[in-house]
């Protein structure tokens, strides 16, 4: 009191009843913003697994075939839908090399357009073909791919993405016709060669009766 004087005691309370009133405030503002924060963190979880949920909905229910390749072209991920075409498991699809499910002609092709990058104008790595896949019991599945490379951050190709669309009867259907149209090529041929033999046996006869 002798320094500050009399009003010493009234100073040293309204500031320390200042300072705490700071504290409360600095401490309800930290307790708020971490129950902000911790709020937020739980509805953007929440909202990444309706997400995530959403889109494995959409990938299991799809009628399409897909797969996600590694940068070895073996699959890392597959679709329920390209798993039944094949008749096979997902689980038993994946880490295996795509050239598994295909002969080795088809498996040359598709490692072609998964290394065609640039293949189509617009240089995003997309490019679609035609392939014949095998399943299990040996028989043809016809689908068209179309395959999109997969880029690291540092611009590496780092995998693929495959969709592939069933187009088995349409061939099929191709193969019949180009079956029925050699038959009947070969039954036209046929047709000529008896008219031919008929006309020559004709006048054959005519030389006999002579």
Request: proline share 2%; with cysteine.
């Amino acid at each position: 009191e002798r320094v500050h004087g009399r009003n010493a005691s009234t100073v040293i309370l309204v500031a320390g009843m200042l300072l705490s009133l700071l504290l409360a405030v600095i401490t309800h503002q930290l307790v708020t913003g971490s129950a902000r924060a911790n709020a937020a963190a739980q509805a953007m979880t929440r909202e990444l697994r309706e997400s995530e949920e959403r889109y494995r909905r959409i990938v299991d229910t799809a009628s399409e075939g897909i797969w996600l390749l590694d940068a070895s072209n073996h699959l890392v991920f597959v679709n329920p839908r390209l798993a039944q075409w094949l008749g096979l498991t997902e689980e038993g699809m994946r880490g295996r090399p795509v050239d598994d499910f295909m002969d080795a002609e088809e498996a040359e092709r598709c490692r072609a357009a998964l290394a065609a990058r640039d293949a189509n104008p617009d240089g995003d790595g997309t490019r679609t073909i035609e392939l014949r896949l095998r399943r299990t019991d040996g028989s043809p599945m016809w689908v068209s791919l179309s395959t999109r490379t997969i880029f690291d951050d540092a611009g590496r190709a780092a995998g693929a993405l495959g969709m592939l669309t069933d187009i088995n009867e349409r061939r099929q259907a191709e193969e019949r016709r180009a079956a029925l149209e050699t038959q009947l090529r070969q039954a036209q041929k046929m047709e000529a060669i008896g008219t031919l033999a008929g006309g020559i046996a004709h006048d054959f006869n005519n030389i006999l009766a002579a």
